[in-house]
């Protein structure tokens, strides 16, 4: 029995047969498969038994896994080694399709392996971080070193001991707004000051150099870049991206760069990693980044930071007390990721694009409500001041605040809103969900704001 990974190349035969319990990709890559004159068939996990008697059905060819084995979608627990060998039995070729589905397998032989039930390396085991600087090579063109890098909980616990570990008491940090919640907590945890720089749609949600300059003060240590956003999904050109870093260059200041929807672009746009834009920036710039949102692995808990090696050092010191190594299991289903192929981040890139179309779409036909369109993650940031100050049923729309908690009874959709991210007046929807949940929720949303007066 063998799983390999899925080169271009693996797809000669007619017979695919999609294994998944992941709709959002499978129905994507049976659509480009089918588009391809190719026989594509979908099949979502019940039970180890459902997958063999659809593939008895057909005639064998290739068989993309993409799904956690060992997880039991009816109760029944499916074993993946002998549910592969039942396939490959069966005469099917069976490739793992995605990062995640791959990770599952790793981590299913991790918990088997009795080195991964002691402590390891509290920055992160060494196949880790040579992995985590393969892929940044590969993804971002930024070349690094493993004495670079620290495995981290997660990529929020990366955001924090960057702070955690630059900072002194009463420095300043520049935050861009709309801002991701966790930086202001982060910076002030670490006892730093944040400078907001306010943006709105009208640049793109996009800080200019000009707004930064104003804002640097004798104390400003650090800027916090992050590109593609949440919650604007603004991605920053390259010349933006390159004036920015060339601007902190010239009055050291450290960029701490979040780079964590690096694959979700859409529309031509390009990440452009902070670093690799200007080189110069390299020792005083750190990378934030994780396997939640490429893979969609969110519940392991694996980011990282990739930094100076003396940052990465006091920053391995600060885990080691607060935290230790990330759970061997999930690091070991992380390299798993790393290594793999990106096929399904594509597919549920296309996925995304698509739901970015229809929301922005939907929401734009709403009144008082103005959506720009976004160039990358999973949100778009729409403008609702055109509401403000309206009433429905009695309620009166004196925020968007109150115009989130409106939706969320009236509606039942949840949305979050502007003052969260620091900028009133706007609420954030995220489009990771289905085609149809997308278009119900918007539907029942622009019901109730159709009725403000
Ligand atoms: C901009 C940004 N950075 C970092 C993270 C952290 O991700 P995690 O801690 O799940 O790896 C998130 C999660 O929502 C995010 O939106």
């Known amino acids: 029995m063998s799983i390999s990974s899925y080169p271009d ?10 294994i998944d319990d992941h709709e959002l990709v499978a129905t994507s890559l049976a659509i480009t498969l089918r588009a391809a004159g190719l026989q594509a068939h979908r099949h979502t996990v019940r039970s180890r038994d459902s997958v063999l008697a659809a593939a008895a059905t057909l005639q064998p060819g290739v068989a993309l896994l993409d799904l956690d084995l060992g997880r039991d979608p009816d109760g029944t627990r499916i074993d993946g080694t002998s549910f592969v060998e039942g396939m490959c039995r069966a005469g099917w070729r069976v490739l793992a399709l995605s990062g995640s589905s791959l990770a599952g397998w790793a ?3 991790a918990c088997a392996d009795p080195r991964n039930h002691r402590y390891t390396p509290a920055g992160g085991l060494p196949e880790l971080k040579a992995a985590i600087v393969e ?6 063109g930024y070349a690094i070193a493993e004495n670079q890098v620290l495995v981290t909980n997660g990529g929020k616990q990366a955001v924090y001991q960057a702070f955690a570990t630059l900072l002194d008491p009463g420095d300043e940090v520049i935050l861009p707004a709309p801002y991701w919640t966790t930086y202001p907590e982060a910076i002030a945890l670490a006892g730093g000051v944040t400078r907001v720089v306010v943006t709105g749609p009208e640049s793109g949600y996009l800080p200019s150099v000009e707004q930064l300059e104003a804002a640097r003060t004798p104390a400003t240590k650090v ?14 050109p390259r010349e933006l991206t390159e004036a920015v870093g060339r601007w902190a ?23 452009v990693s902070m670093p690799v834009a200007v080189p110069e920036l390299a020792d005083t710039c750190v990378v934030l980044n994780g396997v939640a949102k490429t893979y969609a692995m969110t519940g392991w808990r694996v980011g990282w930071m990739a930094a100076p090696p003396d940052v990465v050092k006091a920053a391995t010191n600060l885990q080691s007390h607060l935290s230790s190594n990330v759970a061997n299991v ?8 790393l290594s793999g192929p990106l096929d399904a981040v594509h597919a549920m890139r296309a996925a995304f694009d698509r739901r970015r179309r229809t929301i922005v779409g939907l929401l734009s036909e709403i009144p008082g409500v103005l959506c720009p369109v976004p160039q990358g993650a999973f949100y778009v940031y729409p403008a609702v001041g055109g509401l403000l100050g309206k009433q429905i049923r009695g309620r009166r729309l004196g925020s968007s ?9 009236l509606a039942e959709v949840a949305v979050v809103p502007g003052e969260a991210f620091g900028t009133p007046g706007f609420v954030r929807l995220s489009y990771a969900l289905g085609d149809d949940d997308l278009r119900t929720g918007i539907s029942r949303m622009a019901e109730v ?4 007066s």
């Open 107 to 109: 981590a299913q032989e």
């Open 401 to 409: 605040l109150e115009l989130a908690a409106a939706v969320l009874e």
């Open 223 to 236: 800027l916090l870049w992050c590109s593609p956003s949440n919650p604007t999904g603004a991605v920053a």
């Open 249 to 271: 260059v010239a009055n050291g200041i450290w960029v701490v760069t979040d780079e964590i929807y690096e694959h979700l672009v859409y529309d031509g746009a390009e990440a």
């Open 135 to 140: 892929k940044t090579q590969r993804d971002s």
């Open 330 to 337: 999930s690091q070991r289903a992380a390299i798993a990721a």
């Open 449 to 452: 704001l159709g009725e403000a």
């Open 9 to 18: 190349s693996a797809l000669p035969g007619p017979v695919v047969l999609i």
